[in-house]
Structures are given as C-alpha cells and as structure tokens.
C-alpha cells in the first residue's frame, strides 16, 4: 500500500527544500530525518476512485483500496483529455487511452 508523508507519522511535518531534500519536523522544530526527493512519489491526478501516483517517469494507478492496478509510463506532467492521457518526455509526445483501464459510461 501506498501511504502520505502525513499519515505516515501524523506527529510531523514535512518541508520540501530547494536542494532536493524533504525534511522531517517535530512539534519542538527538530529535524527529524531526511528524505531525497528522487525517493518521494508524487500524487497528481484523480479519476473517479482511482489516484495516479509517480515516480520519475513511472505512473502507478492506485484504486481506492491503496493497490496498484496499473503501471505506466507517465510523468507528473501528464494530463488528461476525456479518456486519454497525455505526456511530453523529451522529445516525445506520449498517449494512453485509458478506456482499457476504466470503464467510462
């Protein structure tokens, strides 16, 4: 299962810096542990139940129970146009049809 910073330790509060780095705060403002970016998962795209989580350029689909149900090869800058999803990596322009994923009505 995939988990959020905050439901990972409600206790604290997490600061992304310019230098890569995710800090970890306490109640006391001690830094508490660090995190590289590179190691983080971006959540940025909703649809229906599902949630579209990243890393680098790999998309997992997470359904409302926190299991993964497809991997895809998307960025955080995909975005969506009725049932397709599109992305731009490099010098390539990139589309799923997420019909084969969802059944849309």
């Known amino acids: 299962n995939i988990v959020s910073l905050p439901q990972s330790d ?3 509060i997490y ?3 310019s230098n890569g780095k995710t800090l970890s705060i306490d109640k006391q403002l001690n830094v508490t542990g ?3 970016f590179e190691d983080l998962s971006i959540y940025y795209l909703q649809i229906e ?3 579209f989580i990243a890393n680098d350029k790999i998309t997992w689909i997470i359904n409302d129970e926190g299991q993964k149900i497809a991997e895809i090869n998307m960025t955080t ?4 146009i009725g049932k397709t999803l599109y992305d731009k990596q490099n010098n390539s322009f990139i589309t799923i049809d ?3 994923i969802f059944k849309y009505e």
């Not at 800058?77 to 969506?80: P, V």
């Open 77 to 80: 800058n995909a975005f969506l």
């Open 15 to 17: 600061v992304f810096t």
């Open 98 to 100: 997420l019909s084969d």
């Open 10 to 12: 409600t206790t604290k």
């Open 34 to 36: 660090t995190i590289d």
């Open 49 to 51: 139940k599902h949630k």
